[in-house]
């Protein structure tokens, strides 16, 4: 099904790093930590990877009641657990669910990347098999007796996916705001674009409030998409291992990557529902926030398999 929302009100804004004043609060662990808008507390986890012990920083979102459905985010190639704003929270609220938000290892304040590590095309493929699998278990999330849903955002988008092909058994269903399913030249010229402002202007600065060092993630980002190995890049064989409802979502305006994205996974995978939005760039969540947490309702509400969100 395809939905087009043609009743946008909203202005479309072209920042794609809004700048938030930001807060501390001490962890649990003792560790000094940016407060989010939800006010509710950042954790950490640790997990074994990559032969070595990552420190993943995390956030639940209306933990109670337990019985409630939840639902993972999973946050762009530059984003963090920082950079989701209050969309989760207002989603999650509005939904009546549980969330939990993190910031994947090299963002955020989860162990940065090292300066010598350079991600590999299979960078998002062990995030969804590796990571995300390692952090749900290291929370005690049970995803064979109450599989959770998963919202990604661009390479959080793909990771989604990924992680779905892999345990088709163990997610509840998925929503992909601009997800990749191959590489476009779209993606990678403005991916050369984000390269030149990263050092020709203060994105770096704009990015260090939501990391604690800027250069992990957007390095370990920009080099691994503009490296020729990777512009075969594709999961559109992989895909068709899918079994739960998708819902994915574009902006008329995104400026990394086409309808061709979404229409692509359409085509593989018959559960697939469309939300295409005007007035709307790389984040749905920020451009038209409103409109893509009505369509979350009602996509979610309609495949509840008869549980409690």
């Excluded at 704009?206 to 250069?215: E, M, N």
């Excluded at 529902?273 to 920020?286: D, K, T």
């Amino acid at each position: 099904m395809l939905i087009i929302d043609t009743q946008c009100a909203s202005l479309h804004n072209n920042s794609h790093l809004p700048i938030v004043q930001r807060k501390t609060t001490l962890s649990t662990h003792g560790h000094l930590t940016p407060a989010t808008s939800t006010g509710q507390l950042v954790e950490f986890a640790e997990i074994r990877w990559a032969e070595r012990t990552v420190r993943i920083e995390y956030q639940w979102l209306i933990p109670e009641p337990a019985s409630s459905r939840l639902l993972v985010f999973l946050h762009e190639g530059l984003g963090s657990l920082a950079m989701w704003r209050d969309f989760p929270r207002r989603l999650c609220a509005a939904l009546g669910c549980r969330g939990l938000v993190y910031s994947r290892p090299g963002y955020g304040r989860s162990t940065p990347r090292t300066a010598d590590e350079f991600w590999q095309p299979d960078f998002m493929h062990r995030q969804a098999y590796e990571v995300l699998p390692a952090l749900l278990q290291a929370l005690g999330i049970d995803v064979k007796a109450d599989p959770p849903w998963l919202l990604g955002h661009s390479d959080g988008g793909s990771i989604a996916l990924l992680y779905a092909a892999r345990f088709p058994q163990q997610v509840a269903g998925c929503v992909l705001l601009a997800p990749h399913i191959r590489v476009e030249e779209l993606s990678v010229a403005s991916i050369d674009l984000a390269r030149k402002a990263y050092l020709e202007t203060d994105l770096r600065e704009r990015l260090a409030k939501y990391h604690d060092d800027a250069d992990s993630p957007f390095w370990g980002w920009n080099r691994i998409w503009l490296a020729p190995e990777f512009r075969d890049w594709s999961i559109e064989s992989e895909i068709g291992a899918v079994r739960c409802p998708l819902l994915a979502v574009q902006g008329l305006d995104d400026e990394y990557g086409t309808l061709e994205q979404i229409y692509g996974i359409a085509r593989r995978l018959a559960q697939t529902e469309l939300l295409v939005l005007p007035a709307c760039g790389h984040s749905p969540h920020r451009d038209q926030a409103d409109k893509l947490i009505a369509a979350v309702i009602n996509f979610m509400t309609h495949h509840n398999r008869g549980a409690p969100l």
